[in-house]
């Protein structure tokens, strides 16, 4: 990979980038793959991903497609080899069409991280409230922990099945005169109303009594499909009895429950101070948080410089494609979220540059502050911002963003993130009083 630079106005940069023939096959086929997962184009033993792929597209969407997806992938190990930090995304200029065996062009904009000075640097001002970990939040936490080992048993005191009700069948089904294997059990839980089985099936078991035995017609979607390409419904009947009725038996915590089953517990104390413990961390980890949240907001109140709009553009960018990524992630669009917020367009937009304004002010503070204090991140640095996006995966996560060629991007936010703790350890903290 080769890349070369021009400066512009404003902030701005133009590269160009230049990758070789004899990588171009592999990144190609990458380029393929991670375009067939977000279509859900299925893989296809008997043809390549590239072709699979076009096939689906068509020529000219595949060939757009493929382009964008190469240069997403090559551009953070561009800007990694130029040492350069953007904000937001990047805008692409010109691309050759990409081809094995071929070398491939492309140039880009995108604009520089601004370096910023803040009036000063003297130690934050912050209130915060008190912590408070009360008795009531640790019984809680130990009922949380009994429920899950709750076990369901016979409730001598219902004979008759209602709506919601889990009641325990002997059940024999057959379909066409055939025993139907999975609906034929001596013993089956089954919860009303669960939608597990067909309507007439569940219909049938409200109301029946302990001890009685019905034979139950119904009917369930079948493999086939009619003219319509709906489901071709097929007849099942079950013989059913129903054998009880059951009810949630959560276990008392005692000495002999807790020592036979939570791990390094022999007592109700022991788990009780466990617990505290526990949450004492947790609240502890909370209040850092919050505190860091605070005194980089109290930070940013200093910012007094002019952001370029190129660096708004940039970031308004990085903004909106996340948010629509978002959507699409939950299965909806844009017209349907707006409907639902009973927001316009445009209000959606003034929100969405609200929170890219106060985020930039506050990362470009903190990274003022870096500058100002020379840090250094260190591999300490790392560990601790990969575990704090990806808690008990920050090995995996590391890696995938090593394998991305996104290192540069975790440093500066490792670095933005020590600084941080620095504001937060020379704060003036004040507790605010107890309502």
């Excluded at 526990?278 to 850092?288: N, Y």
């Excluded at 020379?374 to 920050?394: G, K, N, Q, S």
């Amino acid at each position: 990979m080769d890349v070369t630079t021009e400066e512009l106005d404003g902030g701005k940069l133009v590269l160009t980038v230049a990758l070789a023939a004899g990588e171009m096959g592999e990144r190609i086929r990458k380029a393929a793959i991670a375009i067939a997962y977000r279509e859900h184009i299925a893989p296809d033993p008997a043809t390549t991903p590239e072709r699979a792929v076009e096939e689906k597209l068509g020529s000219e969407e595949y060939e757009a497609r493929m382009a964008e997806q190469i240069m997403d992938d090559a551009v953070p190990f561009a800007l990694d080899k130029a040492s350069l930090d953007i904000v937001g995304l990047p805008t692409y200029l010109s691309a050759r069409p990409a081809r094995a065996g071929r070398s491939f062009e492309f140039t880009l904009e995108c604009v520089r991280v601004p370096r910023i000075e803040l009036p000063s640097y003297d130690p934050v001002e912050i209130t915060i409230m008190p912590a408070e970990l009360s008795a009531d939040l640790v019984a809680e936490q130990i009922d949380a922990l009994a429920r899950q080992h709750a076990v369901q048993e016979i409730d001598a005191a219902k004979r008759t099945v209602k709506r919601g009700d889990t009641v325990e069948l002997a059940m024999e089904t057959v379909k066409d005169g055939e025993r139907v294997r999975g609906l034929c059990r001596p013993r089956n839980r089954y919860t009303t109303g669960s939608a597990a089985m067909p309507d007439g099936f569940d219909e049938a078991v409200i109301g029946m009594t302990v001890g009685d035995t019905a034979d139950i017609e119904f009917e369930g979607p079948g493999f086939g499909v009619d003219g319509n390409g709906d489901p071709i419904m097929e007849r099942y009947r079950s013989t059913v009895t129903v054998k009880g009725v059951l009810k949630e038996v959560v276990p008392e915590v005692t000495d002999q429950w807790v020592a036979s089953t939570v791990p390094d517990c022999s007592t109700v104390a022991e788990l009780e101070s466990k617990v505290e413990q526990t949450l004492a961390a947790q609240l502890e980890g909370e209040r850092f948080r919050q505190k860091e949240l605070l005194a980089a907001s109290e930070l940013a109140k200093r910012f007094d410089a002019k952001i370029e709009d190129a660096v708004y553009d940039a970031a308004m960018r990085e903004a909106k494609k996340g948010f629509l990524d978002e959507l699409e992630r939950q299965n909806t669009t844009l017209e349907a979220f707006l409907e639902q917020e009973h927001m316009e367009e445009q209000q959606l937009g003034i929100a969405l540059m609200m929170q890219v304004k106060e985020q930039l002010v506050r990362q470009l503070s903190l990274e003022a502050l870096a500058d100002h204090l020379d840090l250094e991140v260190e591999e300490t640095d790392l560990d601790a911002y990969f575990e704090a996006i990806a808690p008990e995966r920050a090995d995996q996560a590391r890696s995938d963003f090593a394998r991305s060629g996104r290192m540069r991007a975790a440093q500066a936010a490792a670095r933005r993130a020590k600084a941080n703790r620095y504001l937060v350890e020379h704060a003036v903290i004040h507790e605010a009083p107890v309502r």
